[in-house]
């Protein structure tokens, strides 16, 4: 039997122990603040694909609409803004029709909150799994952030529809929208990285995030316009990522106003941190989440 000692990044360091139909891994903990190991993601991205998968089919497991309800929920949403900010509160739509203006921003903003929601309850949901085997933990909460994408495409859709009923051609700017996906996807993948972590050592996270939900969206320009924030406030305001992203999304398709790139390029860069540090934290704190839970 030989045994020799081979380097890993992280988690731990590895002891490798091999012999005649004999084959061993013990791993040892290391402690403090520890990088991205791309290497060991690209390693089970098998297991991120199949959780991706399911998470997908039971988000519609036994239900009666399916995919319906990714169209339900931001149409909606787009019924009684309409209704209450659009004709009885006058909020102004910069020159578009509210209903429009108001699904334009509910795609991108369902997205979010759901991704953020579901990210944040993925660890308990998966503390059978993540307390008998290992395999890296991150992939977990970005499982959900991944899936969401195919409710999004599928609302994006219903917006095609409602410019053609509208008479609203897309526009030229319409190229940026991967990037604007890209800040979104990331903002929603660090926000999560954060509170599912938070949410196995503080159960009541899980609750709270749901109102923390409700105040980010109306702090969103979703019901109202960007052009109504004071200029000399709008950069420290792009240091919430959808804003831009939001504003970005009506510039884009609808084209009536002008790209956000003020608060595209302060809230990029917002993104990043916020998923970086995220993940970071995440990884610092991942080797006693089998413990906590």
Known sequence: ????????????????????????????????????????????????????????????????????????????GMVVFSVVFGR??????????????????????????????????????????????????IVVPMAPVVAGLLDFAIAMSVLAVLMFYYGVAPTASFVFLPILVLIMVLTAAGVGLWLSVLAIQYRDVRFAVQFVAQFLMYAA??????????????????????????????????????MPWDLLAVGSVSALVVFLVGALYFRRTERILADVI
Not at 48 to 55: A, G, H, S, T
């Open 221 to 258: 320009p979703v019901v109202w316009p960007a052009s109504l924030i004071p200029p000399e406030y709008r950069l420290a305001y792009g240091l919430y990522p959808m804003a831009g992203v939001i504003e970005g999304f009506r510039s884009a398709i609808l084209g009536e106003t002008a």
């Open 88 to 137: 009885l509160a006058k909020v102004p739509s910069d020159g578009l029709p509210y209903p429009l203006f108001s699904y334009t921003a509910l795609v991108p903003w369902t997205y979010f909150q759901t991704a953020i929601i579901a990210s944040t309850n993925s660890l308990i949901a998966g503390s059978q799994l993540i307390s008998k085997v290992y395999f890296p933990r």
């Open 1 to 76: 039997m030989k045994s020799s000692r081979i380097p890993e990044p992280a988690p731990s360091t590895t002891l490798l122990v091999e012999g005649p139909g004999l084959h061993v891994t013990v791993r040892e903990r290391r402690r403090g603040w520890r990088s991205l190991d791309l290497g060991e993601l690209v390693a089970y991205r098998d297991l991120f694909f199949f959780l991706v998968v399911r998470d997908v089919k039971v988000l519609y497991k036994q239900t009666v609409l399916g995919l319906g309800w990714a169209i339900l929920r931001p149409l909606f």
